[in-house]
């Protein structure tokens, strides 16, 4: 019987993966992923580790919670090193318990690295903290994503005054969580900041009142994943943080390399602030890795992603891999 390790990711900035998780990931077997994790974390995988999707978006998931569970249990029975890789931290609105409890009744062993909490990783890449002294003195991290009749018995506007809440999953019900703490009592120029993609190359934010907020999201055309900060603090977003001032900020990059990069060579861009998305072709090309770019890399290429190839028969190479991926797609 094997052992199942549940690994927090962190919120984006694959660089902030803990030591726990990389030894974890370094040394996995099999590797169940989910859809936020930043892509180049899998590539710490050793070769003969099998990368399975388990990913959930809003509409559509690849398997249930349940099917997750059952298919965790049943790679403990087959391999010795079973990772549940997770995006941000799995002790933070990441089902955890619910991963666990199941593992713990098949009695197979387990164990839990969390990873960058998203509140504080994301805040802090945005420019601010989400607790200072003397103007941020108390935190709430919640999810609007229960019944909000339950989430208006909460004092919100009390929080915010002199603390900061912090909302995940929260951009749906954005107008109707102002609307609360308007009618809490909220002063109508309280800050929020309102971060998407948050430590990612591709970080947006805006920051306005809780009156102009909603009006304000919507003109800059952010969406999920996104992180709500409502305080005080979140005024300080407005400045350019050091990791927007980074010299290649927002720089949206396909790598395609016939040689094979290891990971700290694909730090070397995220580091300055790129975004990221690495394709080995020829030679270095991964079978493993198809499932990932059949999802991601059709939505990509339709964004402002400048592509750098890596060799003399990298671009030829690029768009052969890409006529395989349409014809994938439509199952030729």
């Given at each position: ?11 984006g900035d694959p660089a902030l993966i803990t030591y726990q998780g990389l030894r974890a990931i370094k040394n996995a077997d099999i590797i169940f992923y ?113 019944q909000l009749q339950e989430f208006t018995q909460e004092p919100l506007a009390q929080l915010a005054k002199g603390g900061t809440v912090v909302l995940y ?164």
């Amino acid at each position: 019987m094997g052992k199942v390790t549940l690994v927090g990711a962190g919120p984006g900035d694959p660089a902030l993966i803990t030591y726990q998780g990389l030894r974890a990931i370094k040394n996995a077997d099999i590797i169940f992923y989910d859809r936020l994790l930043n892509p180049i974390l899998l590539y710490l995988a050793p070769a003969k580790a099998k990368l399975v999707y388990v990913g959930k978006a809003p509409d559509h998931h690849a398997y249930t919670q349940n099917e997750i569970q059952e298919k965790l249990i049943a790679a403990a029975q087959n391999y010795e090193n079973v990772v549940r890789l997770k995006g941000g931290d799995p002790g933070i609105f990441g089902r955890v318990a619910e991963e666990i409890q199941p593992l713990i009744k098949a009695g197979i062993t387990h164990a839990v690295y969390p990873g960058v909490t998203s509140a504080s990783g994301v805040s802090v890449y945005a420019g601010f903290a989400v607790t200072q002294r003397h103007l941020s003195e108390k935190l709430l991290i919640a999810t609007p994503t229960a019944q909000l009749q339950e989430f208006t018995q909460e004092p919100l506007a009390q929080l915010a005054k002199g603390g900061t809440v912090v909302l995940y999953m929260g951009m749906e019900k954005l107008s109707a969580v102002i609307e609360i703490m308007l009618n809490q009592g909220a002063s109508e120029t309280l800050p929020v900041a309102v971060v998407e993609w948050g430590t990612w190359g591709r970080q947006k934010k805006v920051v306005a009142t809780i009156q102009t907020i909603v009006a304000a999201v919507e003109k800059a055309d952010l969406h999920n994943p996104a992180l709500i900060f409502i305080g005080p603090v979140a005024a300080k977003a407005a400045i350019k943080s050091w990791f927007e001032d980074l010299p290649r900020f927002g720089q949206r990059t396909i790598l395609v390399s016939e040689k094979k990069l290891s990971f700290d060579e694909l730090l070397t861009y995220t580091d300055e602030g790129v975004d990221l998305y690495p394709v080995f072709v020829g030679e270095a090309f991964d079978e493993r890795f198809m499932t990932l770019h059949n999802r991601l890399l059709p939505a990509l290429l339709k964004e402002e992603y400048e592509i750098i190839y890596q060799g003399k028969n990298a671009a030829v190479l690029f768009q052969n891999f890409l006529i395989e991926i349409g014809e994938r797609k439509n199952g030729y």
